[in-house]
């Protein structure tokens, strides 16, 4: 299924399930996510899911926002580009954690975004 978890910004805590194909995400009241963040356009971006449960992909593309669509941090997305589990998408002033992996509940997607996130860190050894 895929799942989006807004973790920095006006609505940081926020949790999506992507259930359809195709999901619009901006300001806008008509999206089917709908994030209150002032540098974000009303349709902002599009993540799409394509293939079938066994070969499935994701892929977010930028609909000529004002502010743009980032991934990791450092890549703007230019035209249509694949998604993997772990990715963090920076619309506006907020920062959105992407998992393939469906979550029950909030609590749940919370915690492996927590474990994701220390994960990808270094260990210092001193």
Do not use: W
């Not at 992909?57 to 703007?76: E, H, I, M, P």
């Not at 920062?95 to 909030?106: A, E, I, M, Q, R």
Request: a negative charge; one cysteine or more.
């Amino acid at each position: 299924m895929g799942t989006l978890l807004v973790v920095a910004g006006r609505d940081r805590g926020s949790y999506f399930a992507l259930e359809s194909d195709v999901v619009i995400v901006g300001r806008d009241d008509t999206c089917d996510i709908q994030i209150l963040d002032e540098m974000i356009s009303r349709h902002h971006m599009q993540i799409s899911r394509k293939g079938d449960e066994e070969h499935r992909a994701f892929y977010v593309t930028d609909l000529k926002s004002a502010n743009g669509v980032f991934v990791n941090n450092s890549r703007q997305v230019t035209e249509e580009t694949p998604l993997h589990d772990g990715d963090t998408i920076r619309i506006g002033e907020s920062k959105l954690f992407f998992s393939t992996k469906s979550f029950p509940d909030l609590d749940t997607a919370m915690i492996y975004f927590k474990q994701r996130g220390q994960a990808d860190k270094e260990t210092i050894v001193g």
